[in-house]
């Protein structure tokens, strides 16, 4: 899937978490339910890390294309050091390390153990990236072109602060779901393992497929395409995506924060 699609879908699943945990009665702080669905809108963008020519290759100008080529080239050489012989021939590493399960619960985890180490400047750098992407995923036409990157930048900047802000306070939510003291922000990784997932079921759908479960083969392949049939996939950037997923991602976003907010 294109960008807008993927980081709409991040904001409606850490949406749709959100009215889950209201209905089981531990509902959510709000500024959790703002910061998650933000930090997930944007780490759903983050798998495709490994595509030179994706929405955050240009998201922090020369040091996500450089960062992107070094991924591609790793995602790559894991690729042809772990395949199996039904495996098909690549020439490049999109769509196989980053786009697996275990990507996703490593960068989660690290990005927790970073908040919980790295005091006030590490949650405020987690922030800032994802609010960045979340921008960029967003508000992918009006974000667009090299002309706009600062101005995103202090967007991003300007929110991570306030955000941090307001979770900081006492009952803002910076120790939500883990309450130990040292512990908080620890849920920080959660939005972004969701994002990553999230991202990977999308393209999942597509054409090509997802090769989710790596490193657990599946018959004689460990890079298994993971797809519905193949009626049922569709083209990044088809009608389907921008006509139908789309609008979807939006109604449950909407249901779904509502839900949490106890609107409804």
Request: net charge positive; charged share 15%.
């Amino acid at each position: 899937m294109m960008g807008p699609a993927h980081s709409l879908s991040g904001a409606a699943a850490w949406l749709g978490v959100g009215a889950a945990t209201a209905a089981a009665g531990h509902p959510m702080p709000w500024p959790v339910l703002l910061a998650g669905a933000l930090i997930c809108a944007g780490a759903a963008l983050a798998p495709d890390l490994d595509h030179k020519a994706a929405t955050i290759s240009r998201s922090f100008g020369p040091v996500s294309r450089w960062l992107c080529e070094i991924v591609d080239k790793l995602s790559y050489a894991v690729y042809k050091a772990t395949k199996k012989r039904a495996d098909p021939r690549r020439s490049g590493g999109h769509r196989t390390l980053t786009h697996t399960w275990l990507w996703a619960v490593m960068i989660g985890a690290g990005t927790s153990a970073l908040a919980i180490t790295g005091g006030r400047w590490a949650v405020l750098a987690i922030l800032f990236v994802h609010m960045v992407l979340a921008i960029e995923g967003l508000l992918w036409r009006a974000a667009r072109g090299s002309s706009s990157d600062v101005l995103v930048w202090l967007l991003a900047g300007t929110s991570a602060w306030i955000i941090a802000g307001i979770l900081d306070k006492t009952d803002g939510g910076a120790d939500w779901l883990f309450t130990a003291p040292g512990q908080e922000y620890l849920w920080l990784g959660l939005p972004i393992v969701l994002g990553a997932l999230v991202h990977d079921i999308g393209d999942a759908l597509t054409v090509s497929g997802c090769p989710i479960l790596w490193p657990i083969p599946v018959g004689r392949k460990r890079w298994y395409p993971i797809g519905p049939p193949k009626v049922m996939r569709f083209r990044a950037g088809s009608w389907v995506e921008l006509r139908v997923l789309m609008p979807v991602f939006m109604l449950l976003g909407g249901v779904g924060g509502a839900a949490a907010l106890n609107f409804i």
